[in-house]
């Protein structure tokens, strides 16, 4: 690698996104830590400068276009034209369909199908114009069906096609994309699903190790890894797959 390529992570205050963002940095990247509200990236941010990485808080919602474009736009000007993207940000309105309102399933699309098109649509440019570039979008193993998840599946489905899309389009200018579907991984999105099941953190934890072959759940070092690997120079074969990465052939 000649340069210090730049990274944005989106989602990264916390969870997945946060464990992603500090093991870019860790692989020598300086990372944009995009999340809803620029104070909350903080935390992601200390720990990278702390471990003597190089970091940047951006504040951008990524269902919103302007508020894309205008995040990237920053990021160039303080971190440098970014070459890889990490496509994180998600939120989740469970419920059966026919309690399902068409508001949770629109705020559902917007985070993860339109601001996956966001980000990338406004960082493929600085990607085809340095003939290289790494896009990792985060699906789910919900992809394949989940009860109470009729939009949220759908998304991470959708999502699948659009990586392929990007893999087809963009392959001539160096530039590859790869999903990762990962089974249950302990964050807060998670411990909200417990909660609104009403069951203890602790016994969700439990009761979904129990269910993986690998006998335990996930931690975002396990997603952060896999990511490390499909961003890094040497992948640049591996384009357009889904990785399910669940401690098993599906979790
Ligand atoms: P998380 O802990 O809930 O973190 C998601 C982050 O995304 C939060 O910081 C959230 O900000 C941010 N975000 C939400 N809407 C946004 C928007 N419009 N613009 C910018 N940022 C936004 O979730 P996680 O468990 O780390 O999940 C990360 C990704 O992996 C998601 O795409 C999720 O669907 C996927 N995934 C997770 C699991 C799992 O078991 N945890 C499994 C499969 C796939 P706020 O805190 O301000 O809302």
Known sequence: MTDTRTAIVTGAARG???????????????????????????GTVDAITEAGGTALAVGA??????????????????L???????????????????????DDWDSVMAVHLRGAFNTTKAVQQHMTEAKWGRIVNLSSISALGNRGQANY???????????????????KYGVTANAIAPGFIQTDMTAATAE??????????????EQIPVARVGQPEDIAHTVSFLVSEGAG????QV?????GPKA
């Open 153 to 171: 599946s759908a998304a991470k489905a959708g999502l699948q096609g659009f990586t392929k899309t990007l893999a087809i389009e963009l392959g």
């Open 80 to 102: 440098g034209a970014p070459t890889v993207l990490v496509n994180n940000a998600g939120i989740i309105r469970d419920n059966l369909l026919f309690k399902m309102t068409v």
């Open 196 to 209: 609104r099941m009403k069951i203890p953190f602790d016994d969700f934890i439990k009761w979904n190790a």
């Open 237 to 240: 074969f591996v384009s357009g």
């Open 243 to 247: 990785i399910y990465v669940a401690g």
């Open 61 to 78: 919602d990524v269902s919103d276009p302007a508020s894309v474009d205008a995040a990237v736009e920053r990021v160039v000007a303080e």
């Open 16 to 42: 997945i996104g946060a464990g992603t963002a500090q093991r870019l940095a860790a692989d020598g990247m300086k990372v944009a830590v995009l999340d809803l509200d620029e104070g909350s990236c903080a």
